[in-house]
């Protein structure tokens, strides 16, 4: 997964992206931390697969329209035991709200459609991934005034660099 369309839409998104020039092909390339990938990655999927949906950054303003996603926290420890690579544990965090406890199979679908799509992932520009575990919670959440189903799903992955090669020597 990359390219020239995923490298801009990607650096539209974070401001920590790194540009440099490879010597071998001369073209621009992204590099990025590991969850800052991950986290392009799904942004964007999830954002073509559910159109004006998907939030990140802040939570969306208070009339936003029911069911939505929203990527929250990320987490990453990097593990230097190997000598030629360095592998990394990726955590991403993503809830889905709906407006009402009775359509718990909206979010339930939405769920395995998400998880469906992290299960598929192997390649981005950088990284080899493997996904280790996915936990979900349903959850009905009254923190408003109408009740909410809340979704929680929490997200585990290996990853390494594609090459296989370590990026810090």
Not at 15 to 28: D, F, G, I, S, W
Not at 31 to 50: G, H, I, R
């Amino acid at each position: 997964y990359g390219g020239p369309t995923f490298c801009t839409a990607i650096f539209q998104h974070s401001k920590r992206n790194l540009q440099k020039r490879t010597k071998e092909t001369n073209e621009m390339r992204c590099v990025m931390d590991p969850q800052q990938e991950l986290f392009s990655y799904l942004l964007v999927t999830l954002k073509k697969e559910y159109r004006d949906m998907v939030f990140d950054g802040f939570m969306p303003p208070e009339k936003t329209t029911y069911p939505f996603i929203y990527l929250a926290d990320s987490q990453q420890t990097d593990d230097y035991s190997n000598k030629t690579a360095i592998f990394n544990n990726v955590y991403q965090t993503i809830h889905i709200w709906n407006d009402s406890p009775k359509k718990r199979g909206t979010v339930s679908n939405m769920a395995l459609k998400i998880k469906n799509i992290v299960r598929r992932l192997e390649y981005t520009s950088n990284y080899k991934w493997e996904i280790r575990n996915i936990e979900q919670r349903i959850l009905e959440d009254t923190t408003t005034k109408t009740p909410l189903m809340h979704v929680v799903l929490e997200l585990e992955f290996k990853s390494s660099s594609k090459g296989g090669k370590r990026s810090d020597q």
